[in-house]
């Protein structure tokens, strides 16, 4: 118990040991909270997760002060401060090389309806090929995914643990980013800046899922990812799902809770990817009150996150009423699902 203690506060010390056990479980499960009050704890991962948290500088968080004492107070309103330029703001995607052609596709559309700013391509598995058509794309870096940096199953794309890596690796270094899928399209750059202004006005949560499925959350989420994260089953009912394909997220303490917590559960095999997940989902015709037997890993994780932070902020939520999206990416960017490009990527310049 001491050893555990110790591996889980190596950087922490006078402390009493209650106190330090109290925040152990506050870095390492997940809290619940109901009218502003602390109800309970998720499951706690694992202590050998917190060398990751140090690597991606999510070990200490803001979100709560005076946390030991469980005396919860929220640190920022619904008013975000986010301060960020729109040529700040960088696209990050990923692919592997069966995913190439469709991913090309979105980077062509970036840069023929000028928008030039950075991209940041993860190499999942790219061919030499692939990889020298992306280098005559101007200011794109690629980054080789270091799959040997994290446990085995990472390396299952199926489960998308990647994801969630990515995504913190980005928040440490960048204000602002996409983080986008190989189908996302980009196209309409006066609709984009009007969206940033609005979320540095404070109207957009500032981990943006804005692109909705149609059925909840609860619907397409296996149940044992509720032990790590707990949500109750009347918000998980209630709150439509986003695709995680195309998110917008800024530095800010709660997006570092978001992704913080979304790491975690991609690092632990039976939060993101628990036994018998399956993407497929057989909905009745309610596709809000009831399972369809299926699960969507890390988008599933975000949205059980995103919806917790929200609805302990009091924070307005999507219900069923799909119509109606505040601050939707509609206007500018869409999702073409195997939109392939098969000719080479042009040579572009800023
Ligand atoms: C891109 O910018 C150029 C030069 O300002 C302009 O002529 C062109 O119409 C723009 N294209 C789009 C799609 O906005
Ligand atoms: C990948 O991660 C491993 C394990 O952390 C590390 O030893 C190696 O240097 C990393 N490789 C690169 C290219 O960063
Ligand atoms: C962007 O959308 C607006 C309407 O919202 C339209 O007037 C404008 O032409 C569009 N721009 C491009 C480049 O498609
Ligand atoms: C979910 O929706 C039902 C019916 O509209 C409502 O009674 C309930 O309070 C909602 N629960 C939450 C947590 O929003
Ligand atoms: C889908 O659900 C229906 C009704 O519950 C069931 O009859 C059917 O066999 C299921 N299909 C699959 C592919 O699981």
Redesign the pocket.
């Not at 196209?187 to 609709?191: A, Q, V, Y």
């Given at each position: 118990m001491i050893v555990f203690i110790v591996s889980c506060l190596r950087n922490i010390s006078l402390l009493s040991i209650s106190s330090m056990s109290m925040l152990i479980s506050l870095q390492m499960s997940f809290p619940v909270f109901h009218n502003k009050s602390f109800v309970k704890f998720g499951r706690r991962f694992a202590c050998d997760l917190i060398p990751y948290l140090e690597k991606f500088e999510l070990l200490s968080t803001d979100f709560y002060e005076n946390s030991l004492g469980f005396q919860v107070s929220i640190v920022f309103n619904s008013k975000f401060n986010l301060i960020f330029k729109d040529n700040e703001v960088v696209f990050v995607t990923y692919a592997s090389g069966n995913h190439f052609a469709e991913s090309k596709m979105g980077i062509h559309t970036l840069r023929t309806?000028?928008f030039t700013n950075k991209i940041i391509f993860y190499d999942l598995g790219l061919s030499l090929l692939n990889i020298e058509e992306l280098q005559g794309v101007c200011n794109l870096e690629i980054r080789v995914f270091n799959y040997t940096a994290y446990p085995k199953f990472v390396r299952n794309l199926y489960g998308y643990h990647f994801k969630p890596i990515i995504i913190a690796d980005i928040f440490r270094e960048f204000k602002a980013f996409w983080i986008i899928d190989a189908s996302a399209r980009f196209?309409?750059?006066?609709?984009w800046k009007r969206f940033n202004h609005r979320v540095r006005s404070g109207a957009v949560e500032p981990f943006a899922l804005r692109h909705p499925s149609s059925h909840s959350i609860f619907a397409a989420t296996h149940n044992e990812m509720y032990n790590y994260l707990p949500l109750s089953a009347s918000i998980a009912r209630n709150y439509s799902m986003f695709d995680a394909n195309t998110m917008f997220v800024v530095r800010s303490d709660f997006a570092k809770e978001a992704v913080k917590w979304n790491l975690l559960c991609a690092l632990t095999k039976e939060c993101m990817d628990p036994p018998r997940s399956k993407l497929g989902c057989n909905f009745t015709n309610d596709r809000f009150g009831v399972s369809a037997g299926c699960h969507r890993y890390d988008q599933s994780c975000i949205n059980v996150i995103v919806a917790s932070l929200k609805h302990r902020l009091g924070l307005p939520y999507q219900g069923h009423n799909l119509e109606k999206i505040r601050d939707s990416f509609d206007?500018?960017a869409s999702v073409k699902r195997g939109e392939d490009m098969a000719r080479k990527l042009q040579h572009f310049k800023c």
């Open positions: 309806n000028n196209k309409n750059l006066t609709n206007k500018f």
